[in-house]
């Protein structure tokens, strides 16, 4: 029996607190894996040629025209644990510029003993004469498979045990009571919350509660450690400097391969042009399940790689639920390099005010799926994740106003979608309208322009310009330069100091804030920064440039990690800036 997030309201009924609400109830289970609700779900699609090699079907070792899709996302099983259909469904062939027809059940090989990671797919005899013919064929499927597997869980005073060994069966059972007696917290207890950041909009009304990453909402599901994002210790051990050149060398192909050009997707509207709903069929889960199964399928031959995001145009102000919906597209190469759910930012900025929401996209982290031999070639072909999430769960309530959200993780960033809250407020202020950080007597920061900041262009937009490779130790620096042209509107004039003769001032002020991602991060880091504009307020635009150490900003993480930076303010977001950072250990001698 497997019990996971897909089925485990059904066990959860069978306890009855009324004669003892102080009880414990421990249901123990065979297995534990989470199919997720919705269930998690890939679309593929791999083409076949006649240079493409054969494979080996493992049904019955033959040698035969078809391919292999590495599923890294999580546990594929023959019999889907969601629903007990077929695990891989759907599976079809397409012949470009000929037929197109069903993969039968026998023709799809899955055994999770063997083959956990992968779906193996043998061309059927129609297909095989189009391949004769000299077309390409795609076989597409859509692959729902599961997180896990999991050794318990503590939901309050419901535990749920995976059986094993005796051994590891105690030790997870005393685990997961000494959460629900409190003895093992998975939370700061209440009252507690979150410090406020320098230079955060967050009000206080607002900040979450401290929780640890490794555990999922309220079953608090134990994660499995991940190492630094492609650094591993052992590069460290053979050779520091080495390791500093695997940093560099990944930083030379990010920025010339296709997550440093930040794909988008396409914009929503109304009625929605991505799902093609409208906003109230938003609250039913079928209908935005089906469209998101479409758009799934519509994206996999030919579209771009990146983030498509959609949400209803406009919710009731302080609404307890925001619903965005989406789909993940990458090549399969790509699905290596990216762990989107792992390091995806959600980013909502206030269009009137610059006010800026960040949070985890996917707060609690999914574990790493099945892992590939590094020296396995990635097939060709595409992928896609449907995916939905609720903006207020993450960001808590928003006030009245037009929100522009948009998701980022890594160089990737999906299209900003503007959603009305209503009514909007009658009238609204920027969360400050003082310059911060405040610019001092030496070099950072700075709001004037320099020889070394970027060029401005004659449309408004944001540029960074950040350095390639950052030393991380203490006395160093971090320094962006960044320059645009902003609505006018966007800017909070501010009055002439007093006692200052002249037009040097600051006129007004411009709330940017900056968003990094990266894959070994526990949560996107923030901070907004407040800078003065000098130029007059009374154009269509403004001119704004930055100067300063991110080092200097509170929080900014430091260590041996590839950073992307993103910069957002109202209706516009610049980015990715992409460095690595290195320690003086990574740069010693062996």
């Known amino acids: 029996m497997n019990i996971g997030d897909h089925n485990r309201s059904f066990f959860h009924m069978k306890f009855d607190d009324t004669k003892n609400p102080l009880g414990v109830h421990v249901l123990v289970c065979n297995t534990q894996y989470d199919g997720g609700s919705p269930a998690h779900s890939t679309a593929i699609a791999l083409p076949v040629l006649l240079a493409t090699p054969k494979i080996t079907f493992p049904a019955d070792g033959a040698s035969v025209w078809g391919v292999v899709a590495p599923i890294t996302a999580g546990s594929v099983f023959p019999t889907a644990l969601q629903d007990g259909g077929k695990g891989v469904r759907d599976a079809r062939w397409v012949a470009i510029g000929g037929g197109s027809g069903a ?119 134990h994660r499995r450690p991940h190492g630094a994002h492609r650094l591993q210790v052992r590069d460290v051990r053979r ?37 093609g709903l409208t906003p109230g069929a938003f609250a039913d889960q079928a209908a935005v399940a089906a469209a998101l199964d479409a758009l799934a399928q519509s994206l996999l031959i030919g579209a771009p790689t990146g983030v498509t995001l959609d949400a209803p145009v406009a919710v009731p102000s302080r609404s307890a639920w925001l619903p965005l919906a989406g789909v993940w597209r990458r090549t399969f190469a790509e699905d290596r390099l990216v762990p989107f759910r792992r390091c995806a930012a959600l980013v909502a900025v206030h269009d009137e005010t610059g006010a800026a929401r960040v949070a985890a996209a996917f707060p609690f982290k999914d574990p790493a799926g099945p892992e590939l031999p590094p020296d396995e070639a990635a097939p060709e072909g595409a992928m896609a994740d449907p995916f939905s999430l609720d903006a207020v769960a993450r960001l808590g309530p928003l006030d009245g106003g037009t929100w522009s959200l948009s998701l980022v993780a890594l160089g990737y960033a999906s299209n900003t979608v503007r959603v009305r809250v209503e009514p909007a407020a009658a009238q609204l202020t920027p969360p400050r309208s003082a310059v911060w950080p405040v610019p001092g007597d030496g070099r950072f920061p700075s709001y004037r322009p320099s020889a070394a900041s970027p060029a401005l262009s004659e449309s408004l937009g944001l540029s960074l310009d950040l350095g390639r490779v950052v030393l991380s130790r203490e006395g160093t620096a971090c320094v962006l330069h960044a320059s645009g042209r902003v609505a006018s509107p966007w800017v909070c004039p501010l009055d002439r100091p007093p006692g200052v003769a002249g037009d040097d001032y600051a006129r007004g002020a411009l709330p940017v804030t900056f968003v990094v991602c990266a894959a070994n991060l526990p949560e996107p880091w923030q901070c907004t920064v407040t800078a003065a504009v000098y130029e007059a307020l009374d154009a269509s635009s403004a001119r704004v440039y930055l100067s300063l150490d991110l080092f200097a900003l509170p929080g900014f993480p430091r260590g041996a990690r590839t950073l992307y930076l993103w910069a957002f303010t109202s209706g516009l977001r610049a980015g990715p800036a992409l460095m690595a950072l290195v320690t003086p250990e990574m740069l010693a001698p062996a």
């Open 103 to 221: 993969i039968p059940d026998d023709h799809v090989f899955v055994n999770w003993n063997t083959h956990r990671n992968k779906v193996y797919f043998k061309l059927p005899a129609l297909a095989l004469i189009e391949l004769a013919g000299g077309r390409v064929v795609w076989v597409m499927a859509k692959v729902l498979w599961c997180l896990g597997p999991y050794n318990g869980e503590a939901d309050a005073n419901r535990q749920l045990i995976r059986s094993r060994a005796a051994k590891g069966m105690n030790g997870t059972m005393t685990h997961e009571l000494g959460h629900t007696m409190q003895q093992v917290l998975y939370a700061v207890p209440p009252g507690s919350t979150r410090p406020a950041t320098a230079g955060s909009t967050t009000s206080a009304a607002t900040r979450e509660p401290l929780r640890l990453r490794h555990h999922q909402g309220g079953l608090r599901r």
């Open 239 to 275: 050779g520091r400097h080495r390791a500093a050149q695997h940093l560099l060398r990944e930083v030379r192909a990010l920025r010339e391969g296709p997550v440093a050009q930040g794909r988008y997707g396409v914009s929503a509207g109304q009625p929605s042009p991505v799902l």
